[in-house]
């Protein structure tokens, strides 16, 4: 399948955010504006035809030279055609070009799909965090640029 992978306003990635089922707590607008305020970040999505088929989102974290690639998805009817692939491929790409040397992104234990599609990409598991049930534990993967 054939599609765009582009910088993204964050009104587009919050439309893409609205569609996920797995993102099923409601959040607003300002759950994207105020975590991402004065931070260097790149919002991205995914587009075929008009149609956002799904985004990703990443910040530079506390340290300087560490991307968090903190929210992403893709809109069920698109998995496993290659967004999720491109869309951190542009990513990786961007940040190692502004001089990142790490990535990393956290997940939960319940979405075995995300542990595994991070593992094929040359992640590391490097920290589990409790919380709630086991389902819930946080998975926290890192990868060097």
């Given at each position: 399948m054939e599609f765009l992978v582009r910088e993204?306003?964050?009104?587009?990635?919050?439309?893409?955010?609205?569609?996920?089922?797995?993102?099923?707590?409601?959040?607003?607008?300002?759950?994207?504006?105020?975590?991402?305020?004065?931070?260097?970040?790149?919002?991205?999505?995914?587009?075929?035809?008009?149609?956002?088929?799904?985004?990703?989102?990443?910040?530079?974290?506390?340290?300087?030279?560490?991307?968090?690639?903190?929210?992403?998805?893709?809109?069920?009817?698109?998995?496993?055609?290659?967004v999720a692939t491109a869309l951190a491929d542009f990513q990786e790409k961007w940040a190692r070009k502004i001089g990142f040397k790490k990535v990393y992104f956290k997940t939960r234990n319940r979405f075995p799909a995300m542990i595994n599609f991070g593992l094929k990409r040359g992640f590391k598991i490097v920290k589990v965090i409790p919380k709630g049930g086991v389902s819930n534990y946080r998975v926290l993967m890192m990868k060097r640029l």
């Open positions: 993204a306003f964050l009104e587009e990635v919050f439309k893409v955010h609205k569609s996920i089922a797995e993102f099923y707590e409601e959040v607003p607008m300002d759950f994207y504006t105020s975590r991402l305020k004065d931070k260097i970040y790149l919002a991205l999505v995914a587009e075929k035809n008009g149609e956002l088929l799904g985004f990703k989102v990443g910040y530079q974290s506390k340290k300087p030279h560490v991307l968090y690639s903190w929210m992403g998805g893709v809109k069920p009817e698109f998995r496993k055609s290659g």
